[in-house]
């Protein structure tokens, strides 16, 4: 089945700074990728993805591209702010029609 | 606003009782979950649905039950809460563009 390695938290950066949040994956085949977030006290949202390889996702300032070299699906931002704290989930689907989610990582912005 | 709905957002209940989490979605999607998340932890599927009458058991063990009887209905059952069902338990369903989460059930067995 398909699985991510997502990196650990929590993260904790001040406001205005970059943000990696990595991720690898293994799948059977070419899994489309998603990158998920939960607030606090919400369900979780999609927050971008990519379909196939070199495609990269993007939203909310928040930018991802889909490497099949090395398996990865890194999110980025390049100034983050107080209301990105959350957690986040890296995930591959594939023909599985089930969603694999990552530990998530937390992430705590300061102000 | 939300497309797919859970009730209730918040639940306490006493060990040994018999408990429903709704889940419902008005997006005619096939495809239905349920996941059990812990704090801090990651998201685990029980159970998921790819249509009316269609019902299947996930990677996590768990000992309750679901029903797929219209296709926008998707309500998970525990016989006999116990302390061990302590968690969070959220809802999701998948259309052509990804999946929907609804906000989740904090279930407290006391």
């Known amino acids: 089945g398909n699985s991510v390695t997502q990196m650990e938290g929590p993260v904790t950066l001040s406001e205005e700074a970059f943000l990696t949040i990595n991720c690898t994956y293994t799948?059977?085949?070419?899994?489309?990728l998603f990158w998920y977030v939960q607030y606090p006290g919400e369900g979780l949202q999609l927050l971008l993805k990519?379909?196939?390889?070199?495609d990269k996702g993007s939203n909310k300032g928040f930018e991802a591209t889909y490497r099949k070299e090395t398996t990865s699906f890194h999110l980025e931002k390049g100034s983050v702010q107080v209301s990105d704290s959350a957690v986040y989930f890296c995930?591959?689907?594939?023909?599985?029609?089930?969603?694999?989610f990552g530990s998530g990582t937390q992430l705590t912005v300061l102000p | 606003e939300a497309d797919i709905y859970q009730t209730p957002r918040y639940l306490v209940i006493g060990t040994g009782k018999k408990i429903t989490l709704e889940c419902s979605q008005t997006?005619?999607?096939?495809?239905m979950y349920w996941y059990q998340q812990d704090p801090g932890m990651e998201l685990h599927l029980i159970h998921y649905?790819?249509?009316?009458?269609?019902?299947e058991k996930g990677d996590l063990s768990s000992e309750s039950t679901v029903s797929r009887i219209r296709t926008e209905h998707f309500p998970l059952t525990l016989e006999s809460a116990r302390p061990s069902h302590t968690s969070q338990y959220l809802c999701?369903?998948?259309?052509?563009?990804?999946?929907?989460f609804g906000s989740g059930t904090r279930l407290t067995v006391v």
């Open positions: 999701a369903s998948r259309g052509n563009y990804g999946y929907t």
């Open positions: 799948a059977t085949g070419y899994p489309s």
């Open positions: 990519a379909t196939k390889a070199d």
């Open positions: 995930a591959p689907s594939g023909s599985a029609r089930q969603l694999t």
């Open positions: 997006m005619g999607h096939d495809k």
């Open positions: 649905s790819y249509g009316v009458n269609s019902t």
